[in-house]
């Protein structure tokens, strides 16, 4: 499928680089009418960039046959390591020298980029780490009105207090704190060899960000505060056997139950890249658009008879409490001095 290889520069002076792709029939095909999309950026995962994840390639091409262009594109962590391009100079920067928390302007410069292009109704989508980003950065600004929908494909839950309670709490906490040693010490651009939730190098100071007590990318925390349609997946068998997501699909299903705008869905065969079990995520997210991203009828309908049985009992169990006679306590008796 042929690209133009585009390059935005985020607000903090970072090159970013990746590949716009046309919707098949054209720039806005009539075999898009369907969907609410004109365009949607694709964001990798840790350590990935915008031309190696297969994942993010189908997801691609599913949108493009549904008339939606595509923008696959580079955070500033893309790959391990590499020295960028800034607007102040060469700078260290990868997976292992980010701050998560920058990826707010790599999102601003992409959206920027495609609004200039004349789209308007712009869908994110995230793998991993991507996914974080996306939630993240729209739950820390104010949505723009180009952002249409966020799909998060496997976020995991970066939550402090569920590692150091986890079954591999002593190699965490051991991590955590030679990241604190490190940082003390003003050497926070000390790379690590960490192990735990995954084996990477990270600076000091980007471990303790990502992982530390603040929870700053915990998705549980995240996801109440974005404010558009969400669609949120997991693979069975990631949630089965890895750390970061062990009963965490559970976990946001709870979040989706208050919520009209957040839709959950566990992939059953899936691991974290959906090996085998492809076709199903394609049709989960397809699915999720084509409906306008609104809740099935069913689910929407008991959510509404759930809370009106629960307002329906608070006023009778205030009458109850109205009807039920005072209780008299029995006098207490003068004892006269004997």
Request: with cysteine.
């Amino acid at each position: 499928m042929p690209a133009e290889l585009v390059r935005v520069t985020s607000p903090d002076g970072i090159r970013l680089d990746g590949a716009l792709f046309e919707a098949a029939g054209g720039k806005r095909s009539t075999a898009g009418a369907a969907l609410p999309l004109d365009s949607a950026i694709l964001l990798h995962g840790t350590g990935a960039n915008f031309y190696a994840s297969s994942l993010l390639e189908a997801v691609a091409q599913e949108l493009r046959s549904g008339g939606v262009n595509v923008l696959l594109a580079n955070t500033r962590g893309r790959d391990l390591a590499y020295v960028g391009s800034t607007s102040s100079g060469p700078k260290r920067l990868g997976a292992a020298y980010e701050i998560v928390g920058d990826c707010r302007h790599d999102l601003h410069a992409w959206l920027g980029f495609l609004v200039n292009r004349g789209f308007a109704r712009i869908g994110l989508f995230g793998h991993s780490l991507g996914g974080i980003k996306a939630i993240y950065a729209l739950s820390h600004e104010d949505r723009p009105e180009s952002v249409a929908c966020l799909c998060a494909i496997s976020p995991a839950k970066l939550s402090y207090r569920a590692f150091a309670m986890g079954a591999k709490s002593e190699e965490f906490l051991a991590q955590l704190r030679a990241a604190e040693e490190h940082v003390a010490a003003g050497r926070g651009e000390t790379l690590l060899d960490v192990k735990f939730p995954i084996p990477y190098l990270a600076t000091a100071e980007g471990y303790l960000d990502k992982y530390g007590q603040a929870e700053r990318y915990n998705i549980l925390n995240l996801l109440p505060r974005v404010d558009c349609p969400v669609l949120v997946t997991f693979g069975s068998v990631e949630a089965q056997t890895h750390e970061a997501f062990r009963g965490v699909p559970e976990e946001v299903e709870k979040l989706a139950d208050k919520s009209l705008r957040l839709q959950v869905a566990t992939i059953a065969g899936a691991d974290h890249v959906y090996s085998g079990a492809r076709s199903e995520l394609l049709a989960r997210i397809m699915g999720w658009l084509r409906s306008g991203m609104t809740k099935p009828k069913k689910k929407a309908a008991e959510r509404a008879k759930g809370k009106a049985a629960a307002k329906a009992k608070a006023p009778v169990k205030a009458k109850a409490a109205a009807k039920r006679p005072a209780v008299k306590k029995p006098a207490k008796k003068k004892v006269k001095p004997g």
